[in-house]
């Protein structure tokens, strides 16, 4: 007779019953195995491994090809090391639940240059459950710091055969880390810009130790190493470091620099005009022209090398034009 022991599975959020003293326990909605902690309910969890070694370095050849990488470098860089390891992540269903209540402003203006200030109240109520994972171990320079997925087949039997990190991070100091992000995602979904009132409970609804495959592939182009993760569930590439390419790198400064040139000279021709406004329009052009030529400039200088994961060094890569910004206004407010 199975009791109800309040777990969650880690897998695919089912409850779990099982049998008072049992520790190993099949989840029945995904039959996901799973180890019970004796101490607070922790669920151990481990996705088996699912990829062979040559997919892991089979996945180079589109990799390599993507992007502004090198574009000798399917054909120069040398494999060094292709191994897979487990690697730990603590994981929480955290549940957000309450009220933010405050207000929005809104202005309004007649064109007569009156304006008036209106306050909206608002009142969210917050109902949300966030998936957080971080990994549990230091994960040196693999880049990788977060769960990408909990769907796949769960096994402990390649536990014999593939390496395991040990987990060294606290769990309370990693759980509080997540509810914290949780909180903080929940209040941003409520978007209330001037919050007068907040109740709002975080509950974790469950703690998972995940043990997650990846490959990891080193390898060396011209003499320098560089490195590659694959998952081990999906085969996808997590994380990674590749050469930039030299040709691609100097036709987009040229372009950058052509393009702010040319607003900026635009702008020039234009202030010259000398009629009304066109001093503010051209200034205008030529900061934007100085903007653009600075941002390709920025951007390359960090250019030499493609990187993606979570690496804490990775300064521009996809989404990384709010940095640009950042660091555009850094300078500008440093007064340059
Ligand atoms: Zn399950």
């Known amino acids: 007779m199975g ?3 309040g777990l969650n599975c880690p897998a695919c959020g089912g409850s779990l019953d099982m049998a008072e003293g049992e520790n190993v326990v099949n989840c029945k909605y995904c039959s996901s195995t799973l180890y019970i902690e004796g101490d607070a309910g922790v ?4 996705f088996k491994n699912k990829i062979q070694r040559t997919v892991a370095e089979q996945a180079k050849d589109s990799w390599f090809r993507k992007g502004f990488k090198a574009r000798d470098l399917p054909r120069s860089a040398k494999l060094l090391e292709v191994y897979p390891i487990y690697l730990p992540f603590w994981y929480s269903n955290i549940r957000v639940m309450g009220w933010i209540c405050g207000y929005e402003e809104r202005t309004y203006s007649d064109g007569k240059g009156h304006t008036r200030t209106e306050r909206i109240p608002k009142e969210e109520m917050v109902l949300q459950e966030y998936r957080r994972s971080e990994i549990a171990c ?9 769960l990408r997925n909990m769907d796949g087949e769960s096994s402990f039997e390649d536990f014999e055969m593939i390496p395991t990190y ?9 759980l509080d880390r997540m509810k914290a992000q949780a909180l903080s995602d929940a209040r941003r979904a409520a978007n209330v810009p001037h919050v007068t009132f907040e109740k709002v409970h975080v509950m974790p609804r469950s703690l998972s130790m995940v043990y997650y495959p990846v490959w990891v592939v080193r ?7 560089y490195i590659y993760t694959i998952d081990g569930v999906s085969g996808q590439v997590i994380s990674g470091r590749a050469p930039g390419d030299p040709l691609f790198q100097g036709l987009a400064i040229t372009i950058g620099t052509s393009v ?3 607003i900026a000279a635009g702008g020039l ?11 503010a329009f051209g200034i205008g052009g030529v900061i934007v022209g100085a903007i ?19 690496f804490s060094d990775k300064k521009y890569g996809l989404g990384g034009l709010g940095n640009i910004g950042k660091e555009i206004g850094n300078m500008v407010g440093g007064g340059f």
Do not use: C, V, W
């Open 3 to 5: 009791i109800q022991i």
């Open 43 to 46: 669920t151990t969890i481990a």
């Open 138 to 146: 230091d994960p040196g320079d693999l880049g990788i710091k977060f």
């Open 166 to 174: 040990e987990a060294t991070t606290s769990k309370d100091d990693s």
């Open 219 to 225: 390898y060396s182009y011209r003499d320098r190493m």
């Open 260 to 262: 702010g040139g040319l």
């Open 269 to 279: 021709i234009i202030a010259s005009t000398g009629t009304e406004n066109s001093a």
């Open 292 to 310: 653009i030529t600075f941002g390709a400039y920025l951007f390359f200088r960090h250019g030499s090398e493609i990187i993606e994961g979570d």
